[in-house]
């Protein structure tokens, strides 16, 4: 099957983040947001090469947006995920051209993009949600924020259990013994630690904002896709979020593949696409 794209360029947004151009772009864009430790593009596997072979994603542009997952706190990263998303509703034009693609590729801009769909990981649901709720929280909201559409896989919105995944991720957790060493050593786990700070205004301003007279309804996560065994994260689902749906607790996989899908393993690429 042949793909429906132009080719994949970078994007000065964020650390590494890189975009995959439609050659017949319908105004629609995925954009996903890695996990702690993650990369741009890596985390997700086969995620660019399926997608731009499957027939329903003809027309969207598919952004991998990439931060520091590791030094740097997760506010601040949601900061970066909300300049690209100014980016994003203000030009698809202006966009293509501060990409590194060639002014000469053959394809007609949409004058706007219509819908924005956010596909985060762990961590990156976090700042996913953190930066839809401060565009929404603006004094003048973004004009993206009420309309932003959000996807998740083993979200980090309960936190995570922080030796495991330092262990998970890099195979050991040091000479690093205790956690104060760890928050030191990797200051995004002061988030992720069940209970933080960031995590309970994340809870209290999204239901705030959530919740009637504001009535943001774009909060509520399209779908939420579960590891059955997860080890790092609880499956419990946050509030306003559904419950996962048929096929939504994905067995064999851990809460780093839980988001790696291959030939042999099209759940999380299928399961996304349903939703577009």
């Keep these: 099957m042949s793909s429906h794209?132009?080719?994949d360029a970078q994007l000065p947004f964020g650390v590494g983040s890189r975009v995959w151009w439609s050659r017949n772009p319908s105004g629609h864009v995925l954009v996903f947001v890695h996990g702690f430790s993650g990369k741009a593009v890596g985390t997700w596997s086969s995620f660019p090469s399926m997608l731009t072979r499957h027939p329903k994603c003809s027309g969207w542009d598919l952004i991998f947006f990439g931060y520091d997952g590791v030094h740097t706190e997760a506010v601040s990263s949601a900061g970066d995920l909300a300049e690209l998303l100014d980016a994003i509703s203000a030009s698809p034009t202006e966009l293509y051209a501060k990409s590194t693609s060639s002014p000469s590729a053959l394809r007609q801009h949409p004058d706007a993009y219509t819908r924005i769909v956010l596909v985060a990981h762990s961590l990156g649901a976090i700042v996913a949600r953190?930066?839809?709720?401060?565009?929404?929280?603006?004094?003048?909201?973004?004009?993206w924020s009420k309309t932003t559409e959000f996807f998740a896989f083993a979200p980090a919105h309960n936190g995570a259990k922080v030796m495991s995944l330092v262990f998970e991720t890099f195979g050991f957790a040091g000479p690093v013994v205790s956690l104060a060493q760890l928050f030191n050593r990797y200051i995004v786990l002061r988030d992720l630690k069940e209970g933080s700070g960031t995590l309970q205004a994340l809870h209290d301003d999204l239901r705030r904002t959530y919740d009637p007279p504001s009535g943001a309804s774009n909060l509520r996560a399209l779908e939420v896709i579960l590891a059955r065994n997860d080890r790092i994260v609880t499956n419990k689902v946050l509030y306003p979020d559904p419950s996962p749906g048929r096929g939504?607790?994905?067995?064999?996989?851990?809460?780093?593949?839980?988001?790696?899908?291959d030939e042999a393993f099209s759940q999380p690429v299928d399961l996304l696409v349903s939703r577009l």
Excluded: E, Q, W
């Design 130 to 143: 953190r930066a839809m709720l401060d565009g929404y929280n603006r004094s003048t909201p973004a004009p």
């Design 248 to 261: 939504g607790i994905l067995a064999g996989r851990s809460h780093s593949t839980v988001c790696k899908p």
């Design 5 to 7: 794209f132009v080719f």
